[in-house]
Nanobody
Framework: EVQMVESGGGAVQTGGSLRLSCAAS????????MGWFRQAPGKEREGVAA???????KYTDSVKGRFTIYKDPAKNTLNLRMNSLNPEDTAMYYC?????????????????????WGQGTQVNVSS
């Protein structure tokens, strides 16, 4: 059974840091890559950071230089290190996985390409 669980969310002040972690198990197919997405109230879910089938990564412009996505093979987790947080980062953060496609080696921030999703972990950043 597909199971993806996020953790590490919380409340911090502007400038603070958090590290999110996602554990995937069951029959989740992440051969095409994984990613972190977020959704704030009244807004659509957006891609934040993604890692492809290799080591290449992709970030949305608003988090470049502040967030880092990486895998921890030893713990079978996908992590997102978030530094210099600001109120605009407040949202529910989700990890997601997608199966591979022929010729698809690059990371993707397209929510429509991800069939597997976790329950989310809340991040609140106060001014």
């Amino acid at each position: 059974e597909v199971q993806m669980v996020e953790s590490g969310g919380g409340a911090v002040q502007t400038g603070g840091s958090l590290r999110l972690s996602c554990a995937a198990s069951g029959d989740t197919d992440s051969s095409g890559g994984m990613g972190w997405f977020r959704q704030a109230p009244g807004k659509e879910r957006e891609g934040v950071a993604a890692i492809g089938s290799g080591a290449w990564t992709k970030y949305t412009d608003s988090v470049k230089g502040r967030f880092t996505i990486y895998k921890d093979p030893a713990k079978n987790t996908l992590n997102l290190r978030m530094n210099s947080l600001n109120p605009e980062d407040t949202a529910m953060y989700y990890c997601a996985a997608r199966p591979g496609r022929p010729g698809d080696w690059l990371p993707s921030l397209d929510t429509n390409q991800y069939p597997y999703w976790g329950q989310g972990t809340q991040v609140n950043v106060s001014s």
